[in-house]
């Protein structure tokens, strides 16, 4: 057992990727302690052996065709138009924009590396500071896995065996209000900095609101779907890639066969890292259950208190540590059979504690140093990380906040999907 986490902690250090540190380890876990080696071939296969795991790959190509085919510009477009008027108006058409945006790809990394090097590219030429503009996009981008579709809400429903749909529903609110108190910080900004408004124009909002509409629509009709039942999230995120498919090749016409294999190899790549840290961090959960790990953890944990709010704070500050520096993939596949039994033990509402443990993991994706949009960011817009890492540190104020009421007052989680998608 020592030999097996102590493997992993090495791997870790010397900087080999995630996936190779918890699967090598893992291997090296099973054959340390005489496991048949059977056992490695069928845990990793049935880490992902889920046909709501489909929807990962799809969803990501969805993101992915939304960037290549320029979709993502309508979006901005039309959120400039719609809030730029307001102090600070393009960092508030930055937050509107990854809310949209969030109902088409449900990744941080995708609204990071595509429409966020859009939103940072009109900042800066409107008079923002680049920090300033690269820290809103960053904390903006983390609305994307929150909002519905969330791929790591799909991965955490296909751990914990939870209704995705209701997940997706309990995302919601949260997402919003995290937009909101993005903006308002903005709006401090804007203030004592004096950065200029985008002059408001009814006739201009109007035209770029219709000629977007296409794009748009796709979030209410992913979100119509789960609350009308008519298809499941694995359905929607094939009507998602097929939808953007339509927009960018047949209204927008912004897509060519260059930039759609393109699309296809990335989605590809980035689809097999998730699915093989899946696989690989089952095989890794199973070892730590063999060897009484995962009980022995789970009992630290509540030995600190029997309250639940306390209980709920160290998870909490868990997470957000682990966020900082490991796969939110990774994350959930690896410590919710350790979180689960205890979230069930104090009978939280899965729902609720779902939405909370990714938010959770989304806000250590932003936080220095190791915050991987933090990353994606500098190296899109040639930002130095010193820059970002100071810039960035007042807008976790609003993000923690909303975590904070997110674990605290669950109505805000639990509210929409029971209302929505309550059993007639």
Partial sequence: MIVFLIGFVVLLLIGVPISISIGASAVLGCLSLGYPLVVIGQKM?????????????????????????????????????????????????????SIIFAGMSGSAVADAGGLGAIEMEAMKTNGYDEEFAGAVTASSSVIGP????????????????????????????????????????????????????????????????????????????????FVGGWFTPTEASSIAVIYSLIIALL????????????????????????????GTSTLFTYVMAMEGISRQFSGFILGISDNPAVVLLVINLLLLVLGMIMEPGAILTLMLPVLLPIANGLNLDLVHFGVMVVLNL?????????GVCLFVIS???????????????????????????????PPVVTWLPNVLLAAP
Avoid at 255 to 270: E, G, H, R, T, Y
Avoid at 379 to 406: A, G, H, M, Q, R
Wanted: net charge positive; aromatic share 10%; glycine share 8%.
């Fill in 45 to 97: 296969v049935s880490g992902v052996d889920s046909f709501l795991l489909i929807a990962v790959p799809l969803f990501i190509l969805a993101g992915n065709l939304m960037n290549a085919g320029k979709i993502t510009e309508k979006l901005f477009d039309t959120a400039k138009e719609l809030v730029g008027w307001i102090p600070g108006g393009l960092g508030h058409a930055n937050v509107v924009a």
């Fill in 379 to 409: 190296d899109v817009n040639k930002i130095k990380l010193e820059k970002l890492y100071k810039s960035i540190l007042p807008f976790l104020i609003p993000l923690i906040l909303t975590l904070l009421i997110v674990t605290y007052f």
């Fill in 362 to 370: 989304m806000i250590g994706q932003v936080t220095p140093p190791f």
């Fill in 146 to 225: 929150i909002f519905p579709p969330s791929i790591p809400l799909i991965i955490y429903g296909s751990v914990a065996s939870v209704s995705v749909d209701k997940l997706f529903m309990g995302g919601v609110v949260p997402g919003v209000l995290m937009g909101a108190l993005l903006m308002i910080m903005i709006l401090g900004f804007a203030i004592f900095r004096k950065y200029e408004r985008h002059p408001f124009h009814l006739m201009k909002l109007l035209r770029q609101t219709l000629y977007s509409i296409p794009a748009i629509v796709t979030p209410l009709i992913i979100l119509a779907g």
């Fill in 251 to 278: 209204v927008y016409r912004t897509l060519d066969l260059n930039s759609f294999l393109k699309c296809l190899k990335d989605s590809a790549i980035s689809s097999a890292n998730t699915l093989f840290i899946i």
